[in-house]
């Protein structure tokens, strides 16, 4: 068997799509799986746009996941080039040997007049078909209209006789006639290719075996296979794999603003809103690009794994069984088969992703975590460029001590009373009114509690919360007494780590100057 050689050909749009990376995805596996190549083929046709900077946050989010390309962009390969704009020549070539061969024709009827024969067949409610008035054209007078420059389109010559059909590897056997196809346009005036023909073309001059896409693309496959058939090349197999639905629904996940807006209010697909509402603005995020979780960059910045995400897109309209969730890169490749592909629309799930997540952050080590965790915190200017061997430690202990807390890189950040210097901790002042000045005892008892921990032989949490229960029955005080006014004052917060970590982590030093800072507070507050 000929090595098999899959590919993803993305319009350089500006953004990956999250549905688009789970079909990259596909590709990739079936690729791996077989020991065959992945390409990647740019369909840059549309040249309105800047090319190079909309196809940069597509390739970031391929490296970003680890899935490389044997072929394509930044590598070249054999069969390039990889970006469709670079190839007319291949397009003009592959025509003329159609128009040559007489399987395709040059159409002269006006666009307005197509448009008519289209409203005609809708009034008759018949389908429409090209009327094909340029094939009763003798020579001279196409050779004239021509010379003379008269606007024109080629179209493929459909023999509407036939049938055609494909056994697509998900979708089964799919059947058209050919009685209902019209010639579809195959090149414009200008010389450029329409999608189907450039596709067909280079999936052909790239050997691709393999053609894993959208299902949306299946009735495009028809028009396909008629060029590949009037080429004479090898038709390739077809792979139509659901598309990816928004969260509890049926509905295709679209990046459209209106749906956007829709999304938020999604009470499952909220949840990775909300992380980006929290997220986000303690960032430097350095892009004018708003990041929603239908993009593959939103799971970057939000602290998530790849290997969750590659988790998360291969469960989607893929398992292995009904009951293995958690699943390697490795193992999947190893288990991927196109076979094990439902039909039905995967919806993308907000909660196994996140349960992804913390599986795979779970099989971190504590300095996999530093290493993940590092560029949040620095990129919320929580900890500079250049940092002690102290700052360091502090961040080891402080990934420790939240434990399965930490769940997202980015749940670092919310443990920031932990990195920032005892003068420039914030308070949050709903909860400094509530557990510091509102019960009249508070002050007073937070000082008392000072001098014991002044004292405290041992600065660990096991022997603090020890000596701190002797303390507060030997003083008659309920837990309540103490604890939230306590926590408010050395971390700022109504919550957090268990309050006896937390004071571990601060150190008696930081711990004793945070609860002088808030008695201080608290009496300038008192009195005014
Ligand atoms: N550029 C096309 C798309 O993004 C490729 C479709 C195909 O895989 O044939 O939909």
Not at 306 to 324: F, H, Q
Request: glycine share 6%; charged share 30%.
């Amino acid at each position: 068997m000929s090595t098999v050689r899959t590919r993803f050909a993305p319009s350089p749009t500006g953004y990956m799509h999250i549905g688009g990376m789970r079909t990259a995805l596909f590709n990739w596996l079936w690729a791996r799986h077989n020991g065959g190549k992945f390409i990647l083929r740019i369909d840059d046709t549309d040249r309105a746009r800047n090319v190079e900077d909309a196809l940069e946050p597509i390739l970031e989010a391929f490296k970003w996941l680890g899935l490389d390309w044997d072929e394509g962009p930044e590598i070249g390969g054999d069969y390039g080039p990889y970006f469709q704009s670079e190839r007319s020549d291949f397009y003009i070539e592959a025509v003329q040997k159609l128009l040559d061969a007489g399987l395709a024709y040059h159409d002269f009827d006006p666009p307005e007049l197509v448009q008519q024969d289209r409203e005609a067949a809708e009034n008759e409610k018949r389908p429409f078909l090209n009327v094909r008035r340029s094939l009763e054209l003798s020579d001279s007078e196409k050779k004239q209209y021509l010379e003379e420059g008269r606007p024109s389109v080629i179209r493929l010559l459909v023999d509407r006789s036939q049938k055609v059909s494909v056994d697509d590897h998900i979708r089964g056997h799919v059947e058209w006639d050919c009685g209902l196809i019209p010639d579809p346009v195959i090149m414009r005036g200008d010389q450029t290719p329409l999608y189907n023909f450039a596709t067909v073309v280079d999936d052909a001059a790239m050997k691709i075996t393999h053609v894993i896409r959208a299902e949306e693309h299946l009735t495009n496959t028809a028009v396909q296979v008629l060029i590949y058939q009037a080429l004479g090349y090898d038709v390739p197999e077809f792979a139509h794999i659901p598309f990816v639905a928004a969260p509890g629904t049926k509905e295709k996940l679209s990046k459209r603003d209106k749906k956007i807006e829709k999304y938020k209010k999604n009470p499952q697909f909220k949840k990775l809103f909300d992380i980006a509402d929290n997220v986000f603005p303690k960032l430097n995020l350095g892009s004018s690009v708003t990041l929603n979780p239908v993009m593959v960059a939103y799971y970057r910045e939000a602290g998530f794994l790849p290997e969750a995400i590659i988790n998360g897109l291969s469960r989607l309209g893929w398992s292995l069984d009904d009951k293995t969730e958690n699943m390697s890169r490795e193992f999947v490749i190893e288990n991927f088969t196109l076979d094990r592909v439902v039909k039905a629309s995967a919806g993308l799930d907000p909660d196994k992703l996140l349960s992804y997540q913390e599986h795979w952050m779970e099989q971190l080590s504590t300095d996999e975590k530093y290493d993940f965790c590092l560029p949040f915190l620095q990129r919320a200017g929580l900890v500079g460029e250049d940092f002690s061997a102290e700052q360091r430690d502090q961040i080891v202990r402080l990934i420790e001590a939240s434990g399965d807390r930490l769940k997202l890189a980015s749940d670092i950040l919310a443990f920031d009373e932990f990195l920032v210097s005892d003068d420039s901790l914030t308070y949050d002042e709903k909860a400094f009114k509530k557990r510091l000045l509102k019960p009249e005892r508070a002050v007073e008892i937070l000082r008392d509690y000072r001098a014991v921990l002044a004292d405290s032989n041992d600065f660990t949490a096991a022997a603090l919360e020890s000596e701190f229960k002797s303390w507060m029955e030997a003083n008659n005080l309920g837990f309540g007494d103490i604890i939230h006014s306590l926590r408010v004052a050395t971390t700022g917060k109504a919550s957090g780590l268990g309050m006896f970590e937390a004071l571990e982590l601060l150190g008696r030093e930081s711990s004793l100057a945070r609860i002088d800072r808030a008695i201080e507070k608290a009496e300038s507050e008192k009195s005014e």
